[in-house]
C-alpha cells in the first residue's frame, strides 16, 4: 500500500471510527473543476465477518457498507453514502434540526452557511445546497446533496464542484436592470412548438448571462476543455481512396497515488497542436466523404476538442435549409494519440422528427408586442460566473422566465402548463 493511500484509509478510520470494518475497495479519481484539475480517493468500507456477492450483473456489497470519498490533500469529505440503517462516528444521529444540519455542513466543508453555501431545493428527506459568494449564487459551482432517512439519520451526503475557497471571485454590487438591456432581451425571445390543439408555438426568453456591461457571458462548463474553433467546410469529390475502420471504444488510464502526489493536469487541459488539428482535419474529411459521400460542402468543422482519451470534433451544415436545419449536428471521436475513429454520431432522427417545422418571422412591432406582454415575468438575477477567459467569476444578471406567450390567443401562460 502506498504511503499517500496509507494515510488516507487511516484518516478515515479515525474521524469516522470505523473500527468494526474493514477496506473492500479503494481507488483515486480525476476530476475537472472549472479550469483546475483536482482529485478524490474513494473507498468501500464493509463490516467485519460480511462479504460481498458476485452475481452476473455486477457486485451486491453487504448491508451495512459505507461508502467514503475524500480529497486527498484537504482530506474534506466528498462523499459520505450509508448503505442500511447504521450510525458512524462525528455525523449526528438526526439532522432534521436545521441548526444541527448546518453545523455539520459547515464543518464537513469548511463553508459557512450564507456566506459560501445556501438552500436550493428541500423536502422532508432531501437538502439541496448550493455554492455562493456572500448569498449570490455561482454558476458553474459546487452542489451539496443530502439524504436522510424517515427517522432523521444520514442516508448520503454528495459534495461535487468547484470549492467556492479554491476559486478567485470578482466582487462588485448589482447595477443591472432589465431596461438597460431591452434590445438584447428581444434578441433573446425564443419560439419552441408544443403539442396542443390549435397551437404551434410559443415564445420566451432565453437563459441568459448578461455581464453588467451588457454583453452576453457564455458562461464555462464545468467539464471545462481545451477547445478549437474551426469553421472549415468539407469538400470533395467521389468516395475517398483511404477508408478508415472503426475502432472500439477504450477506458481511461487509473490513477494513481503518484499522479495525486504530483497533482499533474487533466489531459483536457492540454492545448492541442496545430499540426493535431491539421491531420484530424484530413481523417475527418475522409470520414465525411465515405459516409456522406453527396453531400461534398454541406459540411464544416466547428470544433475539435478533448474529451480524455479521445478528440472530439463536432460537424454542423454550412448552409442550413431551415430553422431545424440550423441544429443538425455530427459528432466524431477519433483516438487522441493515434487519431483512429472511434464513434460518429448523427442527430439526424431528431432533425427529420422536426423537419416539417418553420420558424415564424416576426416583424420588429411583434418583437414589441412579445417583448412588452412578457415584460412583467421576466426576472434579472444576479449571478456570478465563471469566465474562463479571465480565469475567475464575474457578476452578471441571470435573464430567465418561467412564462410563454402565446401568439395564437395573445396570452401569457406558465411554461409548466404548455
Not at 91 to 116: C, F, K, Q, Y
Not at 183 to 195: M, N
Request: proline fraction near 5%; charge should be negative; aromatic fraction near 10%.
Amino acid at each position: 500500500m502506498h504511503a499517500l493511500t496509507k494515510q488516507l484509509t487511516e484518516y478515515m478510520l479515525e474521524k469516522y471510527r470505523l473500527t468494526d470494518y474493514v477496506l473492500y475497495e479503494s481507488s483515486y479519481a480525476r476530476h475537472k473543476r472549472n479550469d483546475q484539475t483536482g482529485y478524490s480517493f474513494e473507498t468501500f468500507w464493509i463490516p467485519h465477518s460480511t462479504s460481498v456477492i458476485e452475481e452476473e450483473d455486477g457486485t451486491m456489497l453487504p448491508e451495512g457498507t459505507v461508502q467514503i470519498a475524500i480529497n486527498p490533500v484537504t482530506k474534506r469529505t466528498t462523499t459520505l453514502s450509508l448503505h442500511g440503517s447504521i450510525l458512524v462516528h462525528s455525523v449526528p444521529n438526526d439532522l432534521r434540526d436545521i441548526s444541527t444540519r448546518i453545523a455539520w455542513l459547515e464543518s464537513e466543508t469548511g463553508m459557512i452557511h450564507g456566506t459560501h453555501f445556501m438552500l436550493e431545493e428541500e423536502n422532508e428527506t432531501f437538502f439541496s445546497y448550493v455554492s455562493c459568494y456572500d448569498g449570490v449564487q455561482l454558476s458553474p459551482g459546487c452542489f451539496i446533496h443530502l439524504t436522510l432517512t424517515e427517522n432523521g439519520q444520514l442516508d448520503e451526503l454528495f459534495i461535487y464542484g468547484p470549492h467556492p475557497l479554491e476559486h478567485r471571485v470578482e466582487s462588485k454590487s448589482f447595477t443591472l436592470t432589465l431596461e438597460e438591456i431591452k434590445s438584447l432581451i428581444q434578441q433573446q425571445i425564443k419560439w419552441f412548438s408544443y403539442l396542443k390543439i390549435g397551437h404551434q408555438y410559443a415564445h420566451t426568453v432565453a437563459v441568459t448571462f448578461v455581464t453588467q456591461e451588457g454583453t452576453i457571458l457564455v458562461p464555462s462548463k464545468l467539464d471545462f476543455t481545451t477547445s478549437i474553433e474551426v469553421n472549415d467546410v468539407l469538400t470533395w469529390t467521389g468516395l475517398s481512396s483511404k477508408t478508415h475502420e472503426r475502432h472500439p471504444f477504450q477506458s481511461g488510464e487509473a490513477m494513481t497515488a503518484n499522479d495525486v502526489i504530483t497533482q499533474t493536469e487533466h489531459p483536457d487541459f492540454r492545448p492541442i497542436p496545430q499540426k493535431t488539428v491539421n491531420a484530424c482535419r484530413t481523417v475527418i474529411k475522409d470520414i465525411m466523404q465515405n459516409e456522406y459521400p453527396t453531400d461534398s460542402g454541406q459540411w464544416m468543422i466547428q470544433h475539435i476538442y478533448r474529451q480524455h482519451p479521445y478528440l472530439a470534433v463536432t460537424l454542423s451544415r454550412t448552409h442550413p435549409t431551415s430553422y431545424v436545419d440550423q441544429y443538425r449536428r455530427v459528432k466524431i471521436l477519433l483516438d487522441a494519440k493515434t487519431l483512429h475513429w472511434i464513434d460518429l454520431v448523427d442527430n439526424q432522427e431528431l432533425h427529420a422528427a422536426f423537419a416539417s417545422v418553420t420558424a415564424p418571422e416576426l416583424e420588429d412591432h411583434q418583437q414589441d408586442i412579445i417583448f412588452n406582454a412578457l415584460r412583467p415575468y421576466l426576472s434579472l438575477t444576479p449571478r456570478y460566473v465563471f469566465d474562463a477567459s479571465k480565469g475567475h467569476y464575474v457578476l452578471c444578471g441571470l435573464l430567465d422566465s418561467n412564462h410563454a406567450y402565446l401568439p395564437a390567443t395573445n396570452e401569457v401562460v406558465l411554461l409548466r402548463n404548455l
